[in-house]
């Protein structure tokens, strides 16, 4: 098992040669970024309704997640949250109680993802996705391919409107942050870091 200090650059590295990767493969890599991701972000404290509720990770369009992301977290803790897996439906109460704190956005079918980035704008939700098209719509996070490998860019403005504080540390690892005004983009070296928040 990663150290928590590897994980994020074990994961760049290993991040699969996208032209060559099997599905299986990349759901795995996903996984794990959707996982970890977690352990450096903050949210508001309001958007825990109890200070026992779980850390919920939920997937629109994208059930082929469930499992390889339900093995990932399995006996795992954020924070000293438990995390729970579940899949969203276009009319999902994106409020209250059951609403996700991280969520990930399929794109397959581009209006769903539309209706479901607008149910979580300006709410305390990290929504992650893996179009650029899906990006452009407000997703915080969102995967690409880079140097034929798995990576990810994060939207500050995105962050800002979800009140969601992003970890330097992160923002450091992601290829490209894009703060709103303009777009810090490069190829960033593989980075070692110590979140201290996930087990």
């Known amino acids: 098992m990663l150290t928590r200090r590897q994980w994020l650059a074990a994961a760049l590295a290993a991040a699969m040669p996208a032209a060559r990767a099997d599905g299986e493969l990349e759901r795995q890599v996903k996984a ?6 977690g ?14 509720s779980p850390l919920v990770i939920g997937l629109h369009g994208a059930d082929e997640l469930a499992a390889p992301l339900e093995r990932t977290v399995s006996g795992r803790t954020i924070n000293g949250r438990a ?53 452009g719509m407000g997703s915080v996070i969102n995967f690409l391919v880079a140097g ?7 939207s500050l403005k995105a962050a800002a409107a979800a009140r969601l504080r992003i970890s330097a ?3 450091a690892a992601a290829y490209r942050v894009q703060d709103g005004e303009e777009e810090r983009g490069q190829e960033r070296r593989q980075v070692h870091v110590r979140p201290g928040v996930a087990s």
């Open 148 to 154: 034929e490998r798995v990576r990810f860019e994060v």
């Open 39 to 52: 352990g450096f972000v903050e949210w508001p404290a309001q958007a825990f309704v109890r200070a026992d």
């Open 169 to 171: 540390r992160l923002l």
């Open 32 to 37: 794990a970024f959707l996982y970890r991701f």
């Open 83 to 135: 995390l729970q897996v579940v899949k969203l439906k276009k009319d999902s109460a994106m409020g209250g109680e059951r609403a996700p704190h991280i969520a990930f956005v399929g794109a397959r079918d581009r209006a769903a993802a539309q209706g479901m980035l607008d149910g979580c704008r300006d709410l305390p939700i990290l929504t992650v996705s893996d179009s650029d098209q899906v990006h």
